[in-house]
C-alpha cells in the first residue's frame, strides 16, 4: 500500500527476542505436525486463487479478500489480502516497492496468503481455527512471515516514516475468546527472507483452539505489508525409552522382560501398548491390548528366527488409538536365533592386560569366545570388543620456578604425544587460575608443590600421567617500617627508617635527604604520602606507604605595646589558632596559662609568651606594657543632678585634703577620701548655683604633690 505505506508484514524468527504472553517449556521434543495449513497450492496459470475457505479450510481475515478475479483497479490497497504464488504477482500495483518472492519453501505454485495490513493498532486481520486436539496438551503454533516491501521503502520510497510489520500471534479459546497465550514478533526487517514464529501454550480442556493474528504496527500508514505462510501445530512428545535398550541376539526359546520409560510423562494416568515389528518398522503388531503397567515379557518360544523391533505406543488413559494423543517410544532390536552372541565392551589403558575367558588381552579388538550351554539353552557366542586407550607418555615442564612472593608466574606443560583428547588437573589448585588448563598463571603466595594429572578418557575409562613442579616463593612483604604515620610542624623533620632491603626508592623525593636510602630525613613543606619500592637480594620487591602529615603553624598577633595608667587593667585578646599559653614574668597577669589574660602591672613590663596548638606547633612572642605616671586634675564645672564633684585621676593618688567653700568663705564639703566628691549640698541643703572655691592636696603613687586651688561653677 505503498501510496499509503509500502512494507509487507514480516516477522523475524529470534525466538530469544520474541516477548510472550506465558510461554511454556517443552520437556521432550516437538512431534509431528498436527496440523500443516499450507494455504494450498496454485497452477502455472492463474496469479490470484480464491475463495480462501477452499485453499485454507479454518482460516478467515478481517480484510476484504479480492478472490481469484484478484484486486480490483490492479492494486492491492490497504486493508486487502490475497492469495498469491509470488509477492509481485500482476495486480499488486506495488512495482519495485515489493519483492519478488515465492512461499517459504521456494515452490513456484505454493500459495501464501499476502496482506497489505491495517495501521490501526490490535486489528485482528487474520484468524485460523484448529480442531481435533488432544486435551491439555503442550502445544507448539508456528507461522511463516515475509516483509514484501523491498530496501527502496526505508531508503527511499517511504523513508523515515516507514511502518514496519510487527504482529502479536494470539492463541484463544474459540468459544470464551479467553487468551490462552501470545508471543510478540518485534519489527519485522526488510530482508527478502521468509522467518517463521512460535508460540508456545496449553490448550487445557479444548479440543480445538483459534490463531489470531493481531496488528501492532501503527504509524504513517507507509509500510506493514506482509505475506503469511504455512501455519503448523506439534505437541510437545515426552522422551519415551524402551529399557535396557537392547540390540541383541537371544535363543529362540528365551524371555526379555522390558519397561517403558517415560520422561517427565505428561499422562496421568498412562496406558501402554506394547508392539513389535518383523519387517523393520514397516508394520507393527500389537502385544496385548492397553494396559496401565510399563512392564512387557516378550517371549521368544514359538517365534520365526529373525529381527523384531519392540517398541510401545503410551498416551493417557483411552487415547493409545488417537494418533494426535500419543508418544511413540525408541525400539530395542532382538534378533532371534539358535546361537546368541554376546557382546562385551571393555576398555584398559595401554600396559594393562585383560583377562578374556584364560586369553590375555592387551590391543584393541575384537575378540569371540564359545561358551558351551549348560543347560536347555543354546551355546553362546561371547563376542569382547576392546578398547585400548594409549596413556600419556611424557609431560614437559621444569622441576622447579623461583618466583616472587605476590607475582604471576606460568606454569606451562607439554604432554607426549599429543593428543587433544588429553584432560588436566593440577593439585593442589590453590592460587591457580586454572584447574584443568595445560597452562596455567600461579599467584605466589608461598612455596608449593604442584601435581599435574594428564589423563585420556575413552568409554570412561581415564589412562593417566602425573609430574610435579616445585615453586620457591622468596619473600615479597620484607621492608621493615617501624611507623608509617607521622604528622610535624612546618620546619620540623623527622627521620625515616626501614630496614629489611638491599635498595630502596621514595617518591615522589622532593621534602627527603636521599629518596635511595632506607633511613632519610625528611622534612616536607606540605602534607605528603610517599612510597617505597624495596628491593630484595633475590631480586623481589616489596612497596609500603608513608604519610606525613604538617600540621598549620602556630599563629599569634598581640600588640606592640600598651600604655597603661597605676591601677588600670588591660585585657589581652589576642589572634591566634594556638590553644596552649605559658606568660612569663608572672607578675602583674591574673593567670599565665591562658591566651587572654588580664594585664596591670606596677612597672614597665615586657611579657613573653610560648603559644602551642592541638598539633603542637609552638610560636613564642613578646609586647611591652608601659606604665605611664599618675595624672591628677580638676573640672571647672559640674552638675550635681548627674555626678559628684570630685578629682579627676588617671593612675593612683592619696588624698591629704579637699575643701570647698562658698562665695563667703563658708566651707560646704570637705574629705580625706580620693574617690569621695561633693555632691552640692550642705546639711543636707542644697547649694544654689553659681561659683565655689576648691582647694586640694594629694600625693600620686610616684610620691609627686598635687596641690591646687581654683574655682568650679555648679549647674542645675
Not at 370 to 398: H, K, Y
Not at 488 to 517: F, K, Q
Not at 575 to 594: E, K, L
Request: glycine share 8%.
Amino acid at each position: 500500500m505503498l501510496s499509503m505505506k509500502k512494507l509487507f508484514f514480516c516477522t523475524l524468527l529470534f525466538l530469544y527476542s520474541l516477548h510472550t504472553y506465558s510461554q511454556l517449556t517443552c520437556n521432550g521434543y516437538w512431534g509431528p505436525y498436527l496440523v500443516n495449513q499450507t494455504f494450498g497450492q496454485g497452477d502455472a496459470t492463474a496469479n490470484w486463487y480464491g475463495p480462501l475457505a477452499t485453499f485454507a479450510p479454518g482460516a478467515s481475515t478481517s480484510t476484504v479478500f479480492v478472490g481469484a478475479a484478484g484486486p480490483p483497479g490492479t492494486t492491492l490497497a490497504d486493508d486487502q489480502s490475497g492469495l498469491v504464488k509470488n509477492s509481485s504477482a500482476p495486480g499488486t500495483g506495488q512495482g519495485g516497492n515489493w519483492v519478488t518472492a515465492t512461499d517459504h519453501t521456494g515452490d513456484p505454485n505454493g500459495l501464501m496468503l499476502l496482506v497489505n495490513a491495517p495501521s490501526t493498532a490490535a486489528t485482528v486481520f487474520f484468524e485460523y481455527t484448529m480442531d481435533d486436539l488432544c486435551p491439555n496438551t503442550t502445544l507448539r503454533l508456528g507461522v511463516w512471515v515475509l516483509n514484501v516491501n523491498s530496501s527502496l521503502v526505508a531508503t527511499s520510497t517511504c523513508g523515515a516514516n516507514t511502518q514496519y510489520p510487527n504482529l502479536t500471534l494470539r492463541v484463544v479459546d474459540p468459544v470464551t475468546n479467553a487468551v490462552l497465550a501470545l508471543a510478540n514478533t518485534g519489527n519485522v526487517p526488510i530482508d527478502t527472507s521468509w522467518h517463521q514464529f512460535f508460540v508456545t501454550f496449553s490448550n487445557g480442556t479444548n479440543t480445538s483452539v483459534k490463531l489470531q493474528v493481531v496488528n501492532n504496527s501503527v504509524g504513517s500508514g507507509c509500510g506493514n505489508d506482509l505475506a503469511l505462510d504455512d501455519i503448523t501445530v506439534q505437541a510437545c512428545i515426552p522422551v519415551s525409552q524402551v529399557l535396557p535398550k537392547l540390540d541383541t541376539l537371544t535363543c529362540s526359546n528365551a524371555t526379555l522382560d522390558f519397561v517403558a520409560n517415560v520422561i517427565n510423562s505428561p499422562y496421568v494416568p498412562a496406558e501402554y501398548q506394547w508392539q513389535y515389528s518383523t519387517d523393520g518398522g514397516l508394520t507393527w503388531q500389537n502385544q496385548g491390548l492397553p494396559s496401565g503397567s510399563p512392564n512387557y515379557s516378550f517371549t521368544t518360544t514359538g517365534l520365526p528366527l529373525g529381527e523384531y523391533l519392540i517398541r510401545y505406543i503410551t498416551g493417557s488413559i483411552g487415547t493409545t488409538g488417537n494418533i494426535n494423543c500419543i508418544s511413540i517410544s525408541d525400539t530395542s532390536r532382538v534378533m532371534v536365533d539358535s546361537i546368541p552372541v554376546i557382546e562385551m565392551f571393555e576398555t584398559i589403558c595401554s600396559g594393562q592386560t585383560l583377562n578374556f575367558f584364560g586369553r590375555s588381552l592387551t590391543s584393541s579388538g575384537i575378540y569371540d569366545t564359545i561358551i558351551p550351554s549348560t543347560g536347555a539353552r543354546c551355546d553362546s557366542i561371547f563376542r569382547m570388543d576392546l578398547t585400548v586407550v594409549p596413556t600419556p607418555q611424557q609431560i614437559m615442564m621444569p622441576d622447579s620456578v623461583i618466583a616472587c612472593q605476590y607475582d604471576s608466574v606460568p606454569l606451562q606443560s607439554n604432554t607426549l604425544p599429543p593428543n587433544n583428547s588429553y584432560t588436566y588437573q593440577w593439585t593442589p589448585s590453590t592460587n591457580l587460575n586454572a584447574a584443568t588448563d595445560p597452562n596455567v598463571w600461579f599467584y605466589a603466595d608461598a612455596s608449593r608443590r604442584y601435581v599435574l594429572r594428564v589423563t585420556n578418557t575413552v568409554n570412561n575409562v581415564p589412562c593417566s600421567l602425573t609430574d610435579t613442579v616445585d615453586v620457591i616463593v622468596n619473600p615479597g612483604d620484607f621492608l621493615e617500617v617501624p611507623q608509617n604515620d607521622f604528622a610535624i610542624c612546618p620546619g620540623d623533620s623527622v627521620l625515616l627508617s626501614v630496614t629489611g632491603a638491599a635498595t630502596y626508592l621514595w617518591t615522589p623525593g622532593r621534602g627527603l635527604s636521599d629518596p635511595a636510602i632506607g633511613n632519610p630525613v625528611a622534612k616536607p613543606e606540605v602534607t605528603t604520602t610517599y612510597q617505597l619500592v624495596g628491593t630484595s637480594n633475590k631480586g623481589c620487591t616489596d612497596t609500603q606507604i608513608v604519610n606525613i602529615t604538617v600540621h598549620p603553624a602556630a599563629v599569634l598577633e598581640l600588640p606592640e605595646s600598651v600604655h597603661l595608667y597605676p591601677g588600670e587593667v588591660y585585657n589581652l585578646q589576642p589572634g591566634t589558632n594556638a590553644v596552649f599559653f605559658n606568660w612569663f614574668p608572672n607578675s602583674g597577669i591574673n593567670d599565665v596559662a591562658i591566651s587572654n589574660p588580664r594585664l596591670n602591672p606596677t612597672v614597665d613590663t615586657r611579657y613573653f609568651v610560648t603559644a602551642k596548638t592541638d598539633f603542637g606547633c609552638a610560636i613564642t612572642d613578646s609586647f611591652d606594657v608601659w606604665v605611664k605616671e599618675t595624672v591628677l586634675d580638676m573640672a571647672n564645672a559640674f552638675n550635681p543632678n548627674y555626678e559628684a564633684y570630685k578629682v579627676s585621676i588617671r593612675g593612683l593618688a592619696t588624698l591629704t585634703s579637699f575643701e570647698i567653700y562658698n562665695r563667703w568663705g563658708q566651707k560646704v564639703f570637705e574629705t580625706k577620701d580620693i574617690s569621695q566628691g561633693w555632691n552640692g549640698t550642705f546639711n543636707g541643703t542644697p547649694q544654689a548655683t553659681g561659683v565655689y572655691v576648691y582647694q586640694i592636696n594629694a600625693t600620686t603613687l610616684e610620691g609627686k604633690p598635687f596641690k591646687q586651688s581654683g574655682n568650679v561653677t555648679l549647674l542645675r
